[in-house]
């Protein structure tokens, strides 16, 4: 069936408002993107939803519904109504879920590891194969953070080890590294969602055995060989004695989700307990790894 999209530009402070008159005039969906490229990311629970200071909210509409309508009714109740920014695209009739499944493809990391949809077929059988589909939580490896943590984990012997997955979201680092070797992976989220996704997942690859998982309240006080968080700048910042704690004495670490210009500073955190490796860059985004002294 062919659709209409209506791009309106917004803000902060008028995106959500935009939304709702979109879906008043009868959209299918309404779904909102950065205008600038600016990274955005979900908010802890309890903290309010932030938009892009230049949004564009999108509007989904069936071919056969009365734009002209719309727009009049736009223009009636914007408050800058001769300058309301907006755009009307007609999309091609195809075949989306196909269209979004085609985008997903299995994906090599280091020398062994491979994340593959469960829709494609398996590229090397006798690698180690994680099989992850797009889902609840984020984690597909498309990310240069998580690409850079899969890396470094294939790059280690796991055989027989624990690892600390800090920030699990879909647990494709906890996957990676049962599927590796590792004896027990303790995966920690702030989202109940990311540990469901995690199980779930889990399951699928035939590790849930192996893999424990706890919201932070409920973390356990434990020492690992291997440590991996893939969250943020500011939380490794302020959560960097947890993290480090989860490290036995010469435990291994690896931190991402850090951009270029953030890394001295969370190296000189981390090096007080830590010798440091030079970072891993990949685009924009590094890779800090050390080993606690």
Known sequence: MPWIQLRLSANEETAEKYSDWLSACGAQAVTFIDAKDTPIYEPLPGDEVTYWSNTVVMGLYDASHDMDKVLSYLKSIHPDKDEMQYKLEQLEDKDWEREWMDNFHPMKFGQRLWICPSWREIPEPDAVNVMLDPGLAFGTGTHPTTSLCLTWLDGLDLTGKTVVDFGCGSGILS???????????????????????????????????????????????????????????????????????????????????????????????????????????????????????
């Open 175 to 293: 996957l990676a590294a049962l599927k590796l070797g590792a004896e027990k992976v303790i995966g920690i989220d702030i989202d109940p969602q990311a540990l469901q996704a995690s199980r779930e997942n889990a399951k699928r690859n035939n590790v849930e055995d192996r893999l424990e998982l706890y919201l932070p309240k409920d973390q356990p006080q434990f020492e690992a060989d291997v440590v991996v968080a893939n969250i943020l700048a500011g939380p490794l910042r302020e959560l960097a004695p947890v993290i480090t704690a989860y490290a036995k004495p010469n435990g291994l670490l690896a931190l991402s989700g850090v951009l270029e210009e953030q890394a001295t500073n969370l190296l000189e955190i981390y090096g007080q307990n830590c010798t440091m490796d030079p970072i891993a860059v990949q685009e924009e985004w590094v890779r800090l790894s050390g080993k606690k002294r």
